[in-house]
């Protein structure tokens, strides 16, 4: 690979996306392999008190209400670590006052974030950035050094373990990366919990107790990340009961579960890049098994499967053209109400 050269700011603006994401897995990769500090984590930590005010009253314009419904985490001087549940468009902004200190955020797939309006919260905030493809895994691998490195130069991190917005109906909280433990252990932090959760455009988080992982090995990594799991569904779970009972015919179907979370997204991130950046773990999902036997051989004795197949595919289109007309019905409405 060439030689790393530092570009300023005119010569960036005239980089595609793809170049300038590229430029930047290679900053990344240069600044790990020369030990480079983070810079200006003293400065946020000053001004973090206004960039606060000016998120309060952005979400103010937007009409979206906030409440820390409970906070348990205790004083440390162990590095911090907040791990937090991955709801939707103002999770970012709600969480960062639920946070209430200066935290670096991990900021997963930067791609048109780093020319639009994304770069003044995240500058502002401080990030450490990652493309999250499978096919950037070394990217992957400086993301998790440069954490650790950031926290033991006394930065607090602030983490989405789930890698992507929860858009499961079933599951309070994705299956974790093991990642968030693993940079716990390696630097002594204390993991602090945080879920949150909307209706509407009501917000609602609970912080919950430090974690600490002192004398746990990297052997228990999985184990405890499903602790943490655990730990982050429940006060999820807190927040949602305390919503009440609802009858059957006022729970969302599939389809207006999926576009309350989507609606407010941006045009580059959807659904397909939700499930490409989440975690998916060892288990392959019903799409993944159907795909590897579609290249099963047409006999008597796979007849049946091959049945199967079909079925499946033609449920999965119907599925994908009802959400489509949906959705589509729904972006009419909303532009008739404006």
Excluded at 39 to 52: A, P, T, Y
Excluded at 60 to 79: N, Q
Excluded at 133 to 148: A, F, I, P, S
Aim: charged share 35%; with cysteine; net charge neutral.
């Amino acid at each position: 690979m060439e030689e790393f050269k530092k570009l300023n700011f005119f010569q960036k603006r005239k980089l595609s996306i793809s170049k300038l994401s590229e430029y930047y897995r290679r900053e990344r990769d240069y600044n790990i392999k020369h030990n480079v500090p983070y810079k200006n984590i003293g400065l946020r930590r000053k001004i973090h008190g206004l960039f606060q005010a000016i998120l309060k009253a952005e979400l103010k314009l937007e009409g979206i209400s906030y409440e820390k419904v409970r906070d348990d985490r205790v004083k440390t001087d162990r590095p911090k670590i907040y791990a937090c549940t991955h709801i939707g468009r103002y999770d970012l902004e709600t969480l960062s006052l639920a946070i209430g200190e200066d935290a670096y955020v991990v900021w997963g797939d930067p791609g048109e974030g780093y020319r639009n309006d994304s770069m003044i919260f995240f500058g502002g905030q401080g990030y450490i950035a990652v493309d999250t493809d499978r096919q950037y895994k070394e990217d992957r691998h400086n993301c998790l050094e440069g954490c650790v490195r950031f926290l033991n130069q006394g930065g607090v991190l602030w983490i989405y373990p789930e890698g992507a917005w929860n858009i499961h109906e079933n599951k309070v909280v994705g299956e974790l990366y093991t990642g968030t433990v693993e940079m716990a252990i390696r630097t002594g932090a204390d993991i602090i919990p945080i879920a949150l959760d909307h209706e509407g455009k009501d917000y609602k988080a609970i912080v919950g107790k430090n974690i600490s992982f002192e004398g746990i090995s990297l052997d228990e990594k999985k184990e405890k990340t499903l602790e943490l799991r655990d730990t982050l569904a429940s006060l999820r779970w807190e927040l949602i009961e305390a919503k009440g009972v609802y009858k059957r015919s006022e729970v969302e179907s599939s389809n207006e579960f999926l576009y309350e979370i989507m609606k407010d997204s941006s045009n580059d991130y959807d659904e397909q890049a939700i499930i490409s950046s989440r975690y998916h773990g060892k288990i392959p999902s019903p799409d993944e098994v159907m795909d590897s036997l579609s290249g099963v051989k047409v006999s008597t004795n796979s007849a049946c499967i091959i049945k199967e197949i079909l079925k499946y595919k033609e449920e999965k289109q119907r599925k994908e053209q009802e959400k489509e007309m949906f959705f589509e019905e729904k972006s009419k409405e909303l532009k008739r109400t404006k």
